[in-house]
């Protein structure tokens, strides 16, 4: 990121943490020499970003409920390795916590990639209630079968809208024959082909140049990374979608959980879950200013109608392939919250 991006990304992440900075000042704590557990808790997003600010909350709040015998030792920005590095790091021990996304999570535990289909969840509303409830406890369940605690409150990434330079996408008729980046994943490929666009994987680090040069014309992502990606200046639409919502769950390793005592299980868990629906709110009053700041930049929103699209995915069979994928047992789940998908 340049200094340039730092500064107007910390200049709209600033105004939404002001809002809660004065209601989170811990009173300074003795801290003890030595903290009897030290955990060791990486993640790949930016300092600035909501999650880090609400964990080091969080760390704060254990240090002072635990009298210092836990302290939560935060390392961001992916400087413990790539997400693939990071994942065997927490499976190994070699760090004890980790916050992960389901698409990388997937390549161990395949469910907790769901909550990506395509158009499944409409709002908040439904993400929050799904993920708090038993679609979420279903995914747990898978994780804790490869050696990972995953607390119950995932945090927020944010839901994926579609950016282009030739024209909004309106209709599912809009994306017949589109150019569009989408990560390495097969879900990605999968829908985007249900639509008859023309999906390309291409690493995140190489999106914007795939745009700069036309190699493609669109690509999708949440808001923050629309604006911290610099995609408005190769990218003239930004169609609100909410096509997937992504997130995080905050995972320990089961071991190093399991050595520590029940009574401070109880003191981490709860100040990790809060810090986590504190941070669902900070993103949501981010993406308001992001939109703003957006159009600033010149970039042209609509609102499409999302049934439409959901439909093609169904008469498509894309919801079919994947219900398969994931068994019935989940998919039943999914649709729980969610209305009917195949
Ligand atoms: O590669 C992307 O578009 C990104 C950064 O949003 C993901 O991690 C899926």
């Known amino acids: 990121m340049s200094a340039y991006d730092r500064r107007s990304f910390l200049r709209t992440l600033g105004a939404a943490s002001a809002a809660v900075a004065g209601s989170s000042v811990l009173a300074p704590v003795a801290r003890a020499q030595t903290a009897q557990y030290k955990l060791k808790y990486a993640h790949n997003?930016?300092?600035?970003?909501?999650?880090?600010?609400?964990?080091?909350?969080?760390?704060?709040?254990?240090?002072?409920?635990?009298?210092?015998?836990?302290?939560?030792?935060?390392?961001?920005?992916?400087q413990m390795g790539s997400d693939t590095d990071m994942l065997s790091q927490v499976r190994s021990g070699a760090i004890d916590f980790l916050t992960q996304g389901g698409v990388v999570l997937s390549t161990l535990a395949p469910v907790s990639a769901i909550n990506g289909i395509g158009?499944?969840?409409?709002?908040?509303?439904?993400?929050?209630?799904?993920?708090?409830?038993?679609?979420?406890?279903?995914?747990?369940?898978?994780?804790?079968?490869?050696?990972?605690?995953?607390?119950?409150?995932?945090?927020?990434?944010?839901?994926?809208?579609?950016?282009?330079?030739?024209?909004?996408?309106?209709?599912?008729?809009?994306?017949?024959g589109l150019k569009i980046r989408v990560p390495v994943s097969p879900l990605w490929t999968s829908m985007f082909k249900a639509f008859d666009s023309a999906p390309t994987s291409v690493n995140f680090s190489e999106a914007y140049s795939a745009l700069q040069t036309k190699v493609v014309d669109a690509e999708e992502n949440p808001l923050a990374l629309i604006e911290t990606g610099r995609f408005f200046e190769v990218q003239k639409y930004c169609s609100l979608t909410r096509h997937i919502w992504d997130g995080f769950w905050f995972l320990?390793?089961?071991?190093?959980?399991?050595?520590?005592?029940?009574?401070?299980?109880?003191?981490?868990?709860?100040?990790?879950?809060?810090?986590?629906?504190?941070?669902?709110?900070?993103?949501?009053?981010?993406?308001?200013?992001?939109e703003t700041s957006l159009k600033s930049h010149g970039m042209v929103f609509n609102q499409p109608d999302t049934q439409p699209f959901r439909a093609v995915l169904k008469k498509s069979g894309f919801y079919g392939q994947w219900r398969k994928a994931y068994g019935d047992e989940a998919w039943s789940l999914l649709e729980k919250y969610t209305q009917k998908l195949a």
């Open 119 to 176: 158009f499944a969840f409409n709002d908040y509303n439904q993400v929050w209630a799904a993920m708090d409830g038993e679609l979420g406890a279903h995914i747990r369940q898978a994780i804790s079968k490869v050696g990972l605690v995953a607390m119950d409150k995932p945090w927020d990434n944010g839901f994926r809208h579609i950016t282009s330079s030739v024209k909004p996408v309106q209709t599912p008729a809009d994306l017949k």
């Open 45 to 78: 997003l930016a300092v600035a970003h909501p999650l880090n600010i609400r964990a080091k909350q969080a760390a704060d709040a254990i240090r002072k409920d635990t009298n210092g015998r836990v302290e939560l030792q935060i390392f961001p920005n992916g």
């Open 252 to 290: 320990g390793n089961a071991r190093s959980w399991g050595n520590l005592p029940l009574d401070l299980q109880t003191i981490v868990a709860k100040h990790l879950n809060a810090a986590a629906v504190a941070e669902r709110a900070d993103i949501a009053a981010m993406n308001g200013q992001l």
